[in-house]
């Protein structure tokens, strides 16, 4: 059974940095393309970006290339979310997901994380 954990979430300030990590364990992190989604209070869940499989892409929206970022690091089964600048409208949960096929719909991941907050105040 694959499951993620995400981690690193919590409060900071406008303008801040923050770094989530999602390990993934019950499968091999190569396996997959990774994905990053958000979900703000009352909203949707929304696609970040993506990390394809050793050898691919990264990809994250256009909104967020310039201050958001995803690696991995298959060696410690994680990826990474690294996060700049930060906004009040970057609160949201934060998940990350785990696809044989990868894109930006929720229903195309298999596998979820439980999430990680993060507040970002004003």
């Known amino acids: 059974q694959v499951q993620l954990v995400e981690s690193g979430g919590g409060l900071v300030q406008t303008g801040d940095s923050l770094s989530l990590s999602c390990v993934v364990s019950?499968?091999?992190?190569?396996?997959?393309?990774m994905g990053w989604f958000r979900q703000a209070p009352g909203k949707g869940r929304e696609f970040i970006g993506s990390i394809s499989r050793p050898g691919g892409s990264t990809y994250v929206v256009h909104s967020l290339e310039d201050r958001f970022s995803i690696s991995r690091v298959n060696a410690k089964n994680t990826v990474y979310l690294q996060m700049n600048s930060l906004k009040p409208e970057d609160t949201a949960v934060y998940y990350c997901?785990?696809?044989?096929?990868?894109?930006?719909?929720?229903?195309?991941?298999?596998?979820w994380g439980q999430g990680t907050h993060v507040t970002v105040s004003s």
């Open positions: 997901a785990a696809s044989s096929r990868g894109g930006s719909s929720p229903q195309g991941y298999d596998y």
């Open positions: 019950g499968g091999s992190l190569s396996t997959y393309v």
